[in-house]
């Protein structure tokens, strides 16, 4: 069974970073692509961002790209997003996805984790 | 960025016909691929993958789900509606970077 289980999230002062992490299992990690997506509350969803199977290949939202890093360690089948810099615009629930391929959907997603960001 | 459109809500009665559309703001369609995927999200719930490239659906998605279109227009259909399938539904391309999602058509009773 494929399972993604976010985690990391929590209460986060403006200004502050944050590292999520998301543990995969169920399947070959290192055979996908994986994203980060998230969704502000009661708004839809936003893509963050992708990364290859050997992270020769990330690709971020413009708008993040300078505030946001996708790493993955493969030995230990984990996805993460460290964001720095956070703002209130940050709050939401951040979700890890499996992706088949680079031009391709999710086809798996985490029950997702909650960020705030408040003083 | 490719915008995609989507009407806020559709309400529609149990075992009638719904039809969610999803507008591009550029093709996302290739030679050989229609790269426009379709997400059901329930409220307090991750999205669930439904159709994807287009008109391909997922593994354990019951088949009243459907999906058709091509370029730029792109319609999800459920037929017969049934109380489980009141959710919002996404579209999402990945024909370009960044990936780009509609803004959701929350699907009601009427």
């Known amino acids: 069974e494929v399972k993604l289980v976010e985690s990391g999230g929590g209460l986060v002062q403006p200004g502050r970073s944050l590292k999520l992490s998301c543990a995969a299992s169920?399947?070959?990690?290192?055979?996908?692509?994986m994203g980060w997506v998230r969704q502000a509350p009661g708004k839809g969803l936003e893509w963050i961002g992708e990364?290859?199977?050997?992270?020769?290949?990330?690709n971020y939202t413009p708008s993040l790209k300078d505030k946001f890093t996708i790493s993955r360690d493969n030995a230990q089948n984990t996805l993460y997003l460290q964001m720095s810099k956070l703002g209130s615009e940050d709050t939401a629930i951040y979700y890890c996805?499996?992706?088949?391929?680079?031009?391709?959907?999710?086809?798996?997603w985490g029950q997702g984790v909650m960020v705030t960001v408040s003083s | 960025d490719i915008v995609l459109t989507q009407s806020p809500a559709l309400a529609v009665s149990l075992g009638q016909r719904a039809t969610i559309s999803c507008r591009a703001s550029?093709?996302?369609?290739?030679?050989?691929?229609?790269?426009m995927h379709w997400y059901q999200q329930k409220p307090g719930e991750q999205p669930k993958l439904l159709i994807y490239?287009?008109?391909n659906l997922a593994s354990g998605i019951p088949v009243r789900f459907s999906g058709s279109g091509s370029g730029t227009d792109f319609t999800l259909t459920i037929n017969p509606v049934q109380a489980d399938d009141i959710a919002t539904y996404y579209c999402?391309?990945?024909?370009?970077?960044?990936?780009?999602f509609g803004g959701g058509t929350k699907l009601e009773l009427k």
């Open positions: 999402q391309q990945s024909r370009e970077l960044p990936r780009t």
């Open positions: 169920g399947f070959s990690f290192n055979d996908y692509w």
């Open positions: 990364i290859n199977q050997d992270s020769s290949t990330i």
């Open positions: 996805a499996r992706a088949p391929s680079v031009t391709t959907h999710f086809d798996y």
């Open positions: 490239d287009a008109s």
């Open positions: 550029q093709s996302v369609s290739t030679s050989s691929y229609n790269l």
